[in-house]
Each structure stands twice: as structure tokens, then as C-alpha cells.
């Protein structure tokens, strides 16, 4: 079992409403992702981050944004949300491996739906 | 960047057969490719990876095989179960920016 977590699972609002998602970790892990996914099912890395005070944007372009102040610890925030903004986001960890460019396991967090109205 | 294409999309199979997802992949640096099983409300979760040094690997029912010439992969479910209906994602990581790629997901569904 992951020791990932989001809160919250769920979340409804309207419309130019700020919301941040949290995403915590206690495996230690360097590595931090934020994933969105659609309703038909495909993930999109909109953020990651590779250690404290790293963030990078990811291949889909995201109004949102991240900071990685703990290592434990990579909330995502939307200043003022919109429709547009309605789906699952998913959070992930994975551990450098020590090896230059070898990747390794990610753990995903149950993830947080996001409705917005 | 690396681009993965996953097929089928949808696929239903009947208890007990095999069920086999393919996937390409764009970028021949790509030295790591993991299976995620993703259950209704829940992230996906790891099944089985392979290296780019490896041409198969098997875990019980599950196998994958890796053809690094064509660019493909393939995950192969035996004697499949109603528990292993979930929806199944391929990825490729090459070595920059070290990230995982996605494939778009294959809805499995096994029919008791």
C-alpha cells in the first residue's frame, strides 16, 4: 500500500473560487507529479518537481500552479477556477534511483475530483 | 518529446481467455516501460515494468514482452479473472527529461 494521500477526494465549487489540492507523501521520495485526467481516461503531467524548491511544468499546459517547500508536501493551487477546470487530478512520488536517467515506480494517491460550476 | 500510442482502446474478453494490449513508442532512448492497472476510484497502480536490456519478463499471469528494433511493447493477461477488469495504462521513460509518458488507456472488461 502507497503512503500517499489527497484531500479532498471531492470538491464541488463555483466558478473564481481558489482551491488547492494537497498531496502528501511519506515514502521520502525526491520525486513529485501531478497528473490530469479526463473522463476518457487519458493522463496529462501538468507539474512535477525532482527535490525542495524544483518545479517544473509538465507536457499539458496547466493554469495551475505547485510549489515543493517539504519534501513531503506538493500542493496544487488554481487561483480562480473555472468550468474548464472540472476533472481528476492525481498526485504521484517516486524515488531517484541513483542512476542518471533511470526511472522508477511512481505511487499515485487515490486522487481529487474536481467539479466546477 | 516521447510519444505513446496504446491500443485497443476497449476490450472485452470472456473468463479464463488471454488478453493482450499493445503499445508504440516514438523516441528509441526510452530505456524504461511500466504497466499501470488502474481500479475504479482509485490511481493506477504498478503490475509489472521492463528495462530496455530485457526482452520479457513474467510475473504469473502476467507477462510483457519489449521489441526495441519495432518500438513496441505488449502486456499479456492469461486466464484472465473478473478482478482483472480495470483500466490498463502503458508508459515509456526515456533517460531527459526522465519522466513517464502515458499510452491513453485500455478499458478491460472480463466477462464471467
Known amino acids: 500500500e502507497a503512503d500517499i494521500y489527497q484531500t479532498p477526494r471531492y470538491l464541488v465549487i463555483g466558478t473564481g473560487k481558489k482551491i488547492t489540492l494537497e498531496c502528501s507523501q511519506t515514502?521520502?521520495?525526491?520525486?513529485m507529479y501531478w497528473y490530469q485526467q479526463d473522463p476518457g481516461m487519458e493522463l496529462h503531467l501538468i507539474h512535477y518537481s525532482y527535490g525542495v524548491n524544483s518545479t517544473e511544468k509538465g507536457d499539458l499546459s496547466s493554469e495551475s500552479t505547485v510549489s515543493r517547500i517539504r519534501t513531503e508536501h506538493f500542493p496544487l493551487t488554481l487561483e480562480s477556477a473555472r468550468p474548464s477546470h472540472t476533472s481528476q487530478y492525481l498526485c504521484a512520488s517516486s524515488a531517484s534511483l541513483g542512476l542518471a536517467g533511470v526511472a522508477g515506480e511512481l505511487f499515485f494517491g487515490e486522487g481529487s475530483r474536481l467539479t466546477v460550476l | 518529446g516521447e510519444n505513446v500510442e496504446q491500443h485497443p482502446s476497449t476490450l472485452s474478453v470472456q473468463e479464463g481467455d488471454s488478453a493482450v494490449i499493445k503499445c508504440t513508442y516514438s523516441?528509441?532512448?526510452?530505456?524504461?516501460f511500466p504497466w499501470y492497472k488502474q481500479e475504479l476510484g482509485k490511481g493506477p497502480q504498478l503490475i509489472i515494468d521492463?528495462?530496455?536490456?530485457?526482452g520479457e519478463k513474467k510475473d504469473q499471469r502476467i507477462a510483457v514482452t519489449l521489441n526495441k528494433t519495432a518500438k513496441h511493447f505488449s502486456l499479456h493477461i492469461t486466464e484472465t479473472q473478473p478482478e482483472d477488469s480495470a483500466v490498463y495504462f502503458c508508459a515509456a521513460s526515456p533517460p531527459l527529461p526522465n519522466n513517464l509518458f502515458f499510452g491513453t488507456g485500455t478499458r478491460l472488461t472480463v466477462i464471467p
Open positions: 521492463i528495462r530496455s536490456n530485457v
Open positions: 523516441d528509441s532512448a526510452s530505456n524504461y
Open positions: 515514502m521520502g521520495h525526491d520525486k
